[in-house]
């Protein structure tokens, strides 16, 4: 079952924060967070495992509630090249990922 | 260290025609997965592939095939193909199967269907 993601897009300006969130009805065993730049590849930002573990590089982060069956996306002090279309994918035990619709990230200078 | 690897890039079929792409995984990674993703349905699931095996499958009909060589390469078919299946086509390598693995994609090929 598809993972669902809020907001569906969001516009910034240079410098603001942004968090996106990526919700299951199933019990979650880890979330994958993915970049995409229009016209290329899905690229891999970081994966969180089950234990409610935050993560982050440079000023994105991400942390994962398992009890709640939900992750969120944080990316503070936003710069132009954090646009894009971000993915959550989540594993539910049948060791398949499944992705979320996306949220469009716009950042305006 | 090279990335996954896709072929081809571009492509343009017409309806009724059948497709074959092809996928390179990262040196060393034995899992390959495939995507369908179009503008509406966003990355949508085809199968995954290890050792030669399929090891799961998505929600697509019977026209949509795949298999995996000893080397880890794989390729997936489209056979009668309609109008629907234009789409960007990505295909991800993971070290190993299982949860938890991180599945690397490469840039995709777009196929058109007129």
């Known amino acids: 079952q598809q993972p669902v993601q809020s907001p569906q897009a969001v516009i910034l300006r240079e410098g603001e924060d942004a968090v996106i969130n990526c919700s299951s009805s199933?019990?979650?065993?880890?979330v994958h967070w993915y970049r995409q730049k229009h016209g290329e590849a899905p690229v891999f930002l970081m994966i969180l495992l089950k234990g409610g573990e935050q993560k982050g590089h440079d000023k994105i982060s991400a942390s994962f509630n398992e009890k709640k069956q939900q992750s969120s996306l944080y990316l503070t002090a936003s710069q132009l090249s954090y646009s894009g279309t971000y993915f959550c994918g989540t594993e539910a035990g049948a060791q398949k990922l499944v992705f979320g619709q996306g949220t469009r990230l716009t950042i305006n200078p | 260290k090279a990335g996954v690897t896709q072929t081809p890039r571009y492509l343009i079929k017409t309806r009724g025609q059948q497709v074959t792409l092809s996928c390179s995984p990262i040196?060393?990674?034995?899992?390959v997965s495939w995507y369908q993703q179009t503008p509406g349905q966003g990355l949508q699931f085809l199968f995954e592939y290890f050792s030669e095996t399929q090891r799961n499958k998505g929600n697509f009909p019977g026209r949509f095939s795949g298999r995996q060589f000893s080397n880890s390469r794989s390729e997936m078919n489209v056979s009668t193909l309609e109008l629907g299946d234009s789409a960007l086509y990505l295909c991800a390598s993971s070290r190993d199967r299982g949860a938890g693995n991180t599945i690397y994609f490469g840039e995709g090929s777009w196929l058109t269907v007129v």
């Open positions: 040196s060393g990674h034995r899992s």
């Open positions: 199933k019990a979650l065993y880890s």
